[in-house]
């Protein structure tokens, strides 16, 4: 009877046994359960804090238009000053139009244009009166430590009063009628009635340029000299008898005088651009070599150098070379 409950306390204490390490793995498994997932959790949390919130294609679009516009503005903003040209009237026209576009860009920036003629512009540049000098005509060789930079391309018209019957005349006779060996039109063609010359002022570019196209420098026979190149048209405009020269980019819109042909070429863009049309020349902008333009002169003086002004430069009634 003794081993009998004996065997039976024996059988209840490793059933107690066997229970209680079941309930120790159930146990050790759930906190391992609760201890995975507690972990899952804070590595989930962790990713959506470091992730950055997406930028849709529109307002990347949007703020780099923005950063260009405050860029444009910044630039704009930092050129700043006055630029003085001084020189050429006959590039009235083409500074005109080139200063407006310029300012249009930069509109802290002022550049004045005074009309004195070539030669006080190629003054003004060497002296350093003016930061860029307008000369429309090519420097001489005694015009030394300067530099011309070519902005465009001018034709010279030959101009008549249009009750003139001529239309035409080689450069030979145009020298005849300037240096005083032609002084009739007769002998040209034309009615019966004396020549009268007019023309530039000495150290104009235009006349420069004329003479020495048609071969008269310092030969030139005047009835007047005038100072810019709308008084010559009006002078030759109110005179039967008068001959002249001026601007083709002026004496071509302008019906009171009339713009004869050289040796059979009519005075046109076209022309002057292939270089059939004989008496052209160049519109330069000068500088000193000894002087440091500012950043507002040398902005504008890469501005009219660029390929971007072509088409202003034609509005003017000059070509780009």
Same mark, same amino acid.
């Given at each position: 009877?003794?081993?009998?409950?004996?065997?039976?306390?024996?059988?209840?204490?490793?059933?107690?046994?066997?229970?209680?390490?079941?309930?120790?793995?159930?146990?050790?498994?759930?906190?391992?359960?609760?201890?995975?997932?507690?972990?899952?959790?804070?590595?989930?949390?962790?990713?959506?804090?470091?992730?950055?919130?997406?930028?849709?294609?529109?307002?990347?679009?949007? %703020?780099?238009?923005?950063?260009?516009?405050?860029? @444009?503005? $910044? =630039?704009?903003?930092?050129?700043? *000053?006055?630029? !003085?040209? +001084?020189?050429?009237?006959?590039?009235?026209?083409?500074?005109?139009?080139?200063?407006?576009?310029?300012?249009?860009?930069?509109?802290?920036?002022?550049?004045?244009?005074? %009309?004195?003629?070539?030669?006080?512009?190629?003054? @003004?540049? $060497? =002296?350093?009166?003016?930061?860029? *000098?307008?000369? !429309?005509? +090519?420097?001489?060789?005694?015009?030394?430590?300067?530099?011309?930079?070519?902005?465009?391309?001018?034709?010279?018209?030959?101009?008549?009063?249009?009750?003139?019957?001529?239309?035409?005349?080689?450069?030979?006779?145009?020298?005849?009628?300037?240096?005083?060996?032609?002084?009739?039109?007769?002998?040209?063609?034309?009615?019966?009635?004396?020549?009268?010359?007019?023309?530039?002022?000495?150290?104009?570019?235009?006349?420069?340029?004329?003479?020495?196209?048609?071969?008269?420098?310092?030969?030139?026979?005047?009835?007047?000299?005038?100072?810019?190149?709308?008084?010559?048209?009006?002078?030759?405009?109110?005179?039967?008898?008068?001959?002249?020269?001026?601007?083709?980019?002026?004496?071509?819109?302008?019906?009171?005088?009339?713009?004869?042909?050289?040796?059979?070429?009519?005075?046109?863009?076209?022309?002057?651009?292939?270089?059939?049309?004989?008496?052209?020349?160049?519109?330069?902008?000068?500088?000193?070599?000894?002087?440091?333009?500012?950043?507002?002169?040398?902005?504008?003086?890469?501005?009219?150098?660029?390929?971007?002004?072509?088409?202003?430069?034609?509005?003017?009634?000059?070509?780009?070379?």
């Amino acid at each position: 009877m003794k081993r009998i409950s004996a065997l039976v306390l024996a059988l209840m204490m490793v059933l107690c046994l066997a229970a209680c390490g079941s309930s120790s793995d159930t146990t050790t498994e759930a906190a391992d359960t609760n201890t995975a997932e507690t972990e899952t959790q804070e590595a989930d949390t962790t990713e959506e804090e470091d992730a950055e919130p997406e930028t849709t294609e529109d307002e990347a679009q949007e %703020a780099d238009a923005t950063e260009t516009e405050e860029e @444009a503005d $910044t =630039e704009n903003v930092e050129l700043s *000053g006055t630029v !003085s040209t +001084n020189g050429s009237t006959s590039m009235e026209k083409v500074m005109s139009i080139l200063i407006e576009a310029f300012e249009e860009e930069n509109p802290n920036v002022t550049v004045t244009y005074d %009309a004195t003629g070539s030669g006080a512009g190629i003054t @003004a540049a $060497t =002296e350093g009166s003016a930061d860029i *000098g307008l000369a !429309s005509r +090519n420097l001489k060789d005694e015009e030394t430590g300067l530099t011309a930079y070519v902005v465009a391309i001018d034709g010279i018209a030959v101009i008549i009063n249009p009750s003139n019957t001529v239309e035409d005349l080689t450069l030979e006779q145009i020298a005849g009628l300037f240096n005083g060996t032609i002084t009739n039109w007769s002998e040209v063609g034309g009615k019966d009635m004396e020549v009268a010359v007019i023309g530039r002022e000495a150290g104009s570019g235009t006349r420069d340029g004329f003479e020495s196209v048609v071969g008269v420098e310092d030969a030139c026979v005047y009835d007047q000299e005038l100072t810019s190149t709308g008084s010559v048209i009006t002078a030759v405009a109110q005179n039967q008898y008068a001959i002249g020269y001026a601007s083709l980019s002026e004496a071509a819109e302008d019906d009171s005088v009339k713009v004869i042909s050289v040796d059979g070429v009519e005075a046109t863009e076209d022309t002057v651009k292939d270089g059939s049309y004989a008496i052209q020349r160049n519109f330069n902008m000068v500088v000193s070599d000894s002087a440091t333009l500012s950043d507002a002169a040398q902005a504008f003086l890469d501005f009219c150098l660029s390929a971007d002004v072509a088409d202003y430069i034609a509005q003017a009634g000059a070509i780009q070379p």
